[in-house]
């Protein structure tokens, strides 16, 4: 089992981090081999994360503390979570690929 908590809901992107909405962005790859941009929103709303597409479409998903880190929130579709780096997970529901932030169990913030 994958322990990890998120350590917020976004980071600053190239552009200053924030969208015009005053949301955080985060690297996504939106559809089947989509090149990675620093163009999604996320809202963050207590334990629930809305990740909005630059075409209009958004995903949820909820923050769990169960160890798992995070969970589609519609349930429509299975998520999946891989370590992707130092300090970074990357979320995966359907063709569609999200990066974020996040702190591993026990301090380690790697891949090791």
Same mark, same amino acid.
């Given at each position: 089992?994958? @322990?990890?908590?998120?350590?917020? @809901? ?17 690297? @996504? ?5 989509? #090149?990675?941009?620093?163009? @999604? ?23 769990v503390h169960d160890g798992r880190g995070v969970v ?12 992707a780096g130092k300090g970074e997970i990357e979320l995966? #529901? ?19």
């Amino acid at each position: 089992m994958l @322990c990890l908590a998120l350590a917020g @809901c976004g980071r600053p992107s190239g552009s200053g981090g924030l969208a015009d909405e005053g949301h955080e962005m985060i690297p @996504c790859a939106i559809g089947a081999d989509a #090149a990675w941009k620093d163009d @999604c929103p996320v809202e963050h709303d207590h334990d629930l994360l809305t990740i909005r597409h630059a075409d209009g479409g958004f995903r949820r998903f909820l923050i769990v503390h169960d160890g798992r880190g995070v969970v589609p929130a519609d349930g429509a579709e299975n998520a999946a979570i891989l370590i992707a780096g130092k300090g970074e997970i990357e979320l995966r #529901a359907g063709q569609d690929r999200y990066r974020l932030p996040a702190q591993f169990a026990g301090g380690r913030n790697d891949a090791e």
